[in-house]
């Protein structure tokens, strides 16, 4: 018998919230499409950060979250489009730049980036 989990998504965006019925064996971005239910997304296969959400409560399992540092999935976030529930859970959707900036933050904060140009050069 397959575990379905009652997912709790907050869209701060629209200023929303959805309550949806997911099984363990599905990811839960289509679950809600699924069920009328729309989210942010673009990828569809984990690559990017659109779908990025961050858990207040609850685990999910994506093994498949390859747009997303580890580092950031220590610290409770999650893509919803690659991300199967394994408990009830409690979800915020996230601004993608946001997300974006802080897993690449650091590496950009340095200054501007030049091509093909000694760095003494302009």
Sequence with gaps: MRKIHTIRIHNR??????????????????SAENQGVELPFSCRNGACTTCAVRIKSGQVYQPEALGLSQNL???????????????????ETQDEDEVYELQFGRYFAKGKVRFGLPLDED
């Design 73 to 91: 999935r220590d610290r409770g976030y999650a893509l919803l489009c690659v991300a199967y529930p394994r408990s009830d859970l409690e979800v």
């Design 13 to 30: 965006k629209t200023g929303t919230e959805h309550t949806l019925k997911v099984p363990e064996d599905r990811y839960i971005l289509h």
